[in-house]
């Protein structure tokens, strides 16, 4: 069975790779150090990315930070017409509480997805402030929400799909846009989504 038509990579493992390490210093700049700082990241590829932040930070200022794991599930929106969502499970083994959370995802898009995950964000403790990292802005905004950290802006039409493949978890990593079929949900493909693809 042949998946949606790929219309374009718009970025390879070197350009992902190169747009975290620009985000690492960006957030670092913004920050002036690493002092208060956590990443927390959006499962199912926030999370790879925002360990990825760890990593290049780490490697740039010396602090290892502390990482977490958001599962919004339940937070959605549209949860009540998805009657059996992928629970994932949410893994923050730190306080946020007075931290600067510094939110991670893979593609912004409507909004609705940080909402839910400011929402779940809140429900664990109070941060003193809530930064948002995403790899890609497709624009097509219905919330008033904009990313602090931003790896590429991916222009795109409102009947294709954004999506983010990692190695760790895809077999490949790029970023692709897809033509979607009428009726179809844009949203994170499944994982596992490039295995077997030569």
């Excluded at 970025?11 to 208060?36: F, K, S, V, Y």
């Excluded at 983010?164 to 994170?188: C, H, N, T, Y």
């Amino acid at each position: 069975m042949s998946g949606p038509l790929v219309k374009t990579t718009c970025m390879n493992e070197e350009d992902i790779d190169r747009a975290l390490t620009r985000m690492a210093h960006q957030i670092l700049e913004a920050n002036h150090g690493a002092q208060g700082l956590a990443l927390v990241g959006i499962v199912t590829r926030g999370d790879i990315l925002a360990k990825r932040l760890q990593d290049k930070i780490e490697q740039i200022e010396g602090v290892r930070l502390p990482l977490g794991k958001l599962d919004i599930s339940f937070y959605r929106d549209d949860f009540m017409t998805h009657f059996a969502p992928e629970v994932l499970g949410t893994d923050i083994p730190f306080d946020i509480d007075g931290m600067t959370v510094v939110l991670v995802d893979d593609v912004l898009y409507t909004g609705r997805t940080i909402r839910a995950a400011l929402d779940a964000l809140m429900d664990i403790g109070r941060p003193a402030s809530v930064q948002l990292a995403v790899l890609v802005d497709r624009g097509h905004r219905e919330l008033p929400i904009r990313a602090d950290y931003v790896g590429k802006n991916v222009p795109s039409a409102s009947d294709e799909s954004v999506r983010l493949f990692l190695k760790d978890v895809d077999g490949a990593s790029a970023v692709e846009i897809l033509d979607m079929d009428p009726g179809q949900r844009a949203g994170a493909a499944p994982l596992g989504a490039k295995e077997g693809v030569a």
